[in-house]
């Protein structure tokens, strides 16, 4: 986790400050006293003295020495150079930060923030994106206020304690109510131990202190349970999405399971939106299934046959080649097309002359695909809700294409479940008000389950999608359970069923009384779906119900959860 990633060197980090010049004059004064040491020593004689007699023996000593030295000196002053203009690079003007897309910002005790903060940064700009990083030391108010878009990578020390560094931006601009930051759009990974009480404590009151000023948030805030790598790969993968769904080795790989594909059935033929599966698995080892409504699946892609076959074809290999990779199980011996599948296919133009054991080891495993659970373990299987994304060129989406078109049934699927702590249901029988959107409703479906097996009825769902004779995703499901006072209240916004489109967004702003009555009654609020469009007007409509304070206020005791991808 504290490695850095190589390509960080090459980030266009902006103004960077002088880099060890004090280290370069006291490496100077060592190299010249080493020159005198190396003259008296090529004098050094056992018997009187009689003179500079230099030998030729002590002076090749005593350069190589130096010499050796002075590589030493080079090669650390390098790559010590090298580190500085990373990690203590700052934005030195609120204009600096004003031209970059993104500022990203650490509050880092031991070090693990400001690892994170390299890699989202690294992520950032293989992207395309212009990037500034620096310390929560060096960050004031002006730097905010020029800044759009901001990412805090913040750790907690202590028994909920900011770390050291950020002392002084706490007293300077967080105990200040002044602040008006209406214009900035932030995410916040949160770094901590669960095992204290205050868990992930300074990174929630970042996320308080950022709404309050009204700052909007891009996603909820992401919690990292002593260095949890799904956690962190969730985080990678909002990183992708805010920059167009822009493919990355994962940074913290982990092993996946084998599942087996089920079934799928289409839900809305005719629809005018995308084509939305319902895809069923089973695990191949029965104590898989195992998980918590709100978690998430994570999906390890292929390619389609077709796109394998072309590339293989292009590169000048044959299928049927046999290559060696070494994974967490030691070498493994397979078919080049099965790990042509499974990875990331480079310009067949850089491929082509280099022999089939020497392309398998310079392929890299594609990056996972993140679905939210549907169900939950009492149903047996593992039910996602999958749109099928597809590309102007006809291709389809990778981890869609995987699930919706190029699998068999009852063909292996990679799969590994990541916790998500932040989307689990409420532990008391409060009421719950669930919102969301599209392929969304997964999330909620699995949520009402679990309530309902708890016999907690006090649920009500907002849901929009695009056509009521179509988009009806698991409908007579959700009627039955409302029939049967499982679920309270449904209210749903088909945007295509009438001339002026209506959204669920504006379901919240014509129910805003009745959603205040629930709120009063100590209601959470969840929601679920797109992160571009439904999630920030959401957002919106509930700021514009309770306040935005109090909807920070709410967020921060738990009450207001998101899951948008």
Request: glycine share 8%; hydrophobic share 40%; net charge negative.
């Amino acid at each position: 986790m504290n490695t850095l990633p190589s390509a960080v060197a090459r980030i266009s980090w902006g103004r960077l400050r002088p880099a060890i010049s004090a280290d370069t004059f006291v490496n100077g004064l060592v190299v010249i006293a080493l020159i005198a040491l190396a003259v008296a020593l090529a004098r050094w004689q056992v018997e009187a003295w009689q003179g500079p007699v230099f030998r030729v023996s002590s002076l090749l000593g005593a350069a190589t020495v130096i010499a050796a030295y002075a590589g030493f000196v080079g090669l650390f002053g390098s790559s010590h150079r090298r580190l500085t203009a990373t990690t203590t690079t700052t934005v030195a003007s609120s204009e600096a930060a004003d031209d970059a897309n993104w500022l990203v910002v650490y509050a880092s005790q031991f070090g693990q923030a400001e690892s994170l903060a390299l890699r989202t940064a690294d992520s950032l700009q293989q992207a395309g994106q212009s990037v500034q990083v620096l310390s929560i030391a060096d960050l004031d108010a002006s730097m905010l206020h020029a800044a759009q878009q901001a990412l805090f990578i913040a750790s907690t020390t202590g028994e909920g304690d900011a770390p050291d560094p950020a002392a002084n931006f706490v007293r300077d601009c967080m105990t200040s109510g002044s602040t008006r930051l209406e214009r900035l759009r932030y995410g916040v990974l949160a770094l901590g131990d669960s095992d204290y009480r205050q868990f992930c404590a300074f990174g929630h009151r970042i996320d308080a202190w950022l709404r309050s000023t009204g700052a909007q948030p891009l996603f909820v805030l992401v919690e990292v349970d002593d260095g949890d790598t799904g956690a962190v790969r969730h985080w990678q993968y909002l990183l992708s999405q805010l920059c167009g769904a822009v493919d990355q080795p994962d940074w913290t790989p982990h092993a996946y399971r084998q599942w087996k594909l089920q079934s799928r059935r289409h839900l809305n033929a005719g629809s005018p939106g995308g084509p939305v599966f319902d895809v069923q698995l089973t695990p191949d080892n029965l104590a898989d299934l195992h998980w918590q409504a709100g978690d998430v699946a994570e999906i390890g892609p292929r390619h389609g046959p077709a796109a394998v076959e072309a590339w293989l074809e292009a590169v000048g290999l044959t299928a049927d080649s046999v290559v060696t990779r070494t994974d967490s199980k030691g070498p493994q011996r397979l078919l080049i097309s099965q790990l042509a599948a499974s990875s990331r296919l480079p310009l067949a133009a850089t491929m082509r002359g280099k022999s089939d054991q020497e392309v398998a080891d310079e392929l890299e495993a594609l990056p996972h695909r993140a679905y939210s659970i549907a169900s939950t373990p009492t149903e047996g299987c593992l039910r996602l809700l999958v749109r099928q994304v597809q590309y102007d060129d006809g291709a389809l989406g990778l981890g869609s294409g995987w699930l919706t078109a190029h699998s068999s049934i009852r063909e292996a699927i990679d799969l590994r479940i990541r916790r998500n702590p932040g989307f689990h249901a409420p532990e008391d029988d409060r009421p719950l008000i669930l919102i969301g959107n599209g392929t969304g409703l997964a999330g909620l479906r699995a949520l009402l389950q679990e309530r309902i097996s708890a016999g907690r009825h006090r649920n009500w769902l907002l849901f929009g999608e695009r056509s009521s004779t179509h988009d009806d995703h698991y409908g007579d499901e959700l009627r039955a359970w409302h029939d049967g006072g499982c679920i309270e209240r449904i209210d749903t916004a088909f945007s295509r069923d009438q001339p002026t489109r209506h959204y669920v967004q504006g379901l919240i702003s014509e129910r805003s009384n009745e959603l205040q009555e629930w709120l009063n009654q100590g209601a959470a609020v969840y929601v679920c779906g797109s992160l571009k469009g439904m999630a920030p007007a959401v957002d919106s409509a509930l700021a514009a119900i309770v306040g935005a304070q109090s909807l920070a206020t709410m967020a921060a005791d738990g009450r207001y959860r998101r899951d948008v991808y």
